[in-house]
């Protein structure tokens, strides 16, 4: 019966490991150097399911879910202005967003600037040399949604 319970406990901690998806910084900066085609074809080997594609106006973009839904990312690639290219990694979890916040302060990122994006979220700029990674917070009052956003 003690085998049992722990075996079973153990398959509860290793599934919700693997249904939660978690990027690191440098598989997100990775993203970035992809082709479109190489990003989707990474996204299908993830299990990641296929969310949107937006294209028009000098903009290819092309987003997923994680497989349970709780995570989503989005490479996004601009004709005109290339440096806005960039991977957007959204997720709901306050302690992940401390954890990305902590190794972008211990890996050399600085603020820079803080403001709203156009749908009123706060955001935050992090520069380390010519790297700049920006983190979108919740609306006031609300406890979720997470963004990262890793510029190429």
């Known amino acids: 019966m003690r085998k049992t319970l722990g075996l079973i406990l153990f398959s509860v901690v290793l599934s919700i490991q693997i249904s ?34 937006t294209e028009g106006l000098g903009l290819l973009a092309i987003e997923y879910d994680s497989p349970d839904y709780t995570s989503k990312i989005g490479k996004f690639e601009y004709t005109e202005e290339k440096s806005q290219d960039s991977i957007e990694f959204t997720f709901k979890d306050k302690k992940e967003y401390d954890q990305y916040l902590k190794l972008m302060l ?36 609300q406890s979720t949604p997470y963004t990262i956003i890793v510029f190429k």
């Open 20 to 53: 939660a998806q978690t990027f690191t910084l440098e598989q997100l900066k990775g993203f970035n150097k992809l082709t479109m085609d190489e990003f989707k074809k990474e996204m299908k080997q993830l299990k990641f399911k296929f969310y949107d594609r």
């Open 106 to 141: 211990a890996g050399g990122y600085k603020e820079t600037e803080k403001g709203k994006i156009i749908t009123k979220e706060p955001y935050v700029d992090y520069y380390k040399n010519k790297e700049h990674i920006r983190v979108i917070l919740p609306k006031a009052g």
